[in-house]
Nanobody, 127 residues
Framework: QVQLVESGGGLVQAGGSLRLSCAAS????????MGWFRRAPGKEREFVAG????????YYADSVKGRFTISRDNANDTVYLQMNSLKPEDTAVYYC????????????????????WGQGTQVTVSS
């Protein structure tokens, strides 16, 4: 059984940084695609960043490109989302997601594609 556990959320001022972690367990994740999504109050869940675990290739939503970085730690089966230059509009619950298939291009955005989800971690950016 795949489990994804996010951590690292919190309250930060605009311009600050946070690093989110997603600890994955229950499988060998080398063939998986890992994604970060977020849901702001009153809005739909949206894609933030994605990474193919084995290749390390990365994909970002335009709204976070240049500010957020997705990475992984193979030894600990953990995926990270480093968030810099945070803005109030980044306030949301952030979710880690995983799917055992090739994901590329516009497929990254399709939340229904992902089979496994974490419980989410709250990020609040004050102005």
């Amino acid at each position: 059984q795949v489990q994804l556990v996010e951590s690292g959320g919190g309250l930060v001022q605009a311009g600050g940084s946070l690093r989110l972690s997603c600890a994955a367990s229950g499988r060998t994740f080398s063939s998986y695609a890992m994604g970060w999504f977020r849901r702001a109050p009153g809005k739909e869940r949206e894609f933030v960043a994605g990474m193919r675990w084995s290749l390390g290739s990365r994909y970002y939503a335009d709204s976070v490109k240049g500010r957020f970085t997705i990475s992984r730690d193979n030894a600990n089966d953990t995926v990270y989302l480093q968030m810099n230059s945070l803005k109030p509009e980044d306030t949301a619950v952030y979710y880690c997601a995983a799917v055992n298939r090739l994901v590329d291009g516009s497929l990254w955005y399709r939340s229904s594609l992902y089979d496994y989800w974490g419980q989410g971690t709250q990020v609040t950016v004050s102005s």
